[in-house]
């Protein structure tokens, strides 16, 4: 069965610091998909990143970058010299190849950043 | 940009009224979602649907019903709403193969007295 454990409840940090957000998985499948989203106190959830299983290399996109590691089967989100602006939700989901394009959400992990 | 709009942010409904949820997607988008989040349980799959007139029962589809006449548009109702069903109903839409990141709309918080 899919599952995704995002274990941080919450995690509160000064700006500028670097934070990561932790998110584990279990799969059976060998195709698998995962992302990450971004639920601000507005509370619209936006898509960050996908990954699919077949692509271990590392993301960097400006501030935010994403380590993936199948040994582990971790998919850990990482913000560097976070803003208040980040301060939100961050769900980290899994969606199965054979799942029919549904996906598991983890719980979230809420990140509040401190000017 | 992707646009997931939902009828309304906020709505008040007495208990055993019928609610209608209103969604639509203009990204041509063939699989449809309604979740419901509420604090403490995340984000559960209520239904989802594939096609149009096609739908699947998600974790929680008890009390709600789905209709998806139009590929566009993907509606929630509640048949007798109750007071449990209190809640953040968020709506998504999303492709097919790899491209199944999930685009959300705005929400609508539904409050049953």
């Known amino acids: 069965a899919q599952k995704v454990t995002q274990a941080q409840t919450e995690i509160s940090v000064v700006e500028k610091e670097d934070v990561t957000l932790d998110c584990v998985y279990e799969?059976?499948?060998?195709?698998?998909?995962l992302f990450w989203y971004k639920q601000p106190p507005s509370g619209e959830l936006v898509f960050l990143i996908r990954?699919?299983?077949?692509?271990?290399q590392n993301e960097i996109s400006g501030r935010y970058s994403w380590n993936f590691q199948k040994s582990t089967s971790s998919f850990n989100f990482t913000i560097t010299a976070s803003q208040v602006v980040d301060s939100a939700v961050y769900f980290c989901?899994?969606?199965?190849?054979?799942?029919?394009?549904?996906?598991?959400f983890g719980a979230g992990t809420r990140l509040f950043v401190k000017a | 940009d992707v646009k997931v709009t939902q009828s309304s942010r906020y709505l008040v409904k007495r208990t055993g009224e019928k609610v209608f949820l209103e969604c639509v997607q203009d990204m041509d988008h063939e699989n449809m979602f309604w979740y419901r989040q509420d604090p403490g349980l995340g984000l559960r799959l209520i239904y989802f649907?594939?096609?149009?007139?096609?739908?699947e029962k998600g974790d929680i589809p008890e009390g709600y019903s789905v209709s998806r006449e139009k590929k566009e548009r993907f509606s929630l109702i509640l048949e007798s709403a109750s007071t449990n069903q209190t809640s953040m109903y968020l709506c998504a839409s999303g492709g097919t193969g790899p491209l199944r990141e999930q685009y959300f709309g705005p929400g609508t918080r539904l409050t049953v007295t």
């Open positions: 799969t059976r499948d060998t195709t698998y998909y």
């Open positions: 990954r699919n299983s077949f692509d271990e």
């Open positions: 989901a899994l969606s199965e190849s054979t799942g029919g394009f549904k996906t598991i």
């Open positions: 649907s594939y096609d149009v007139k096609m739908k």
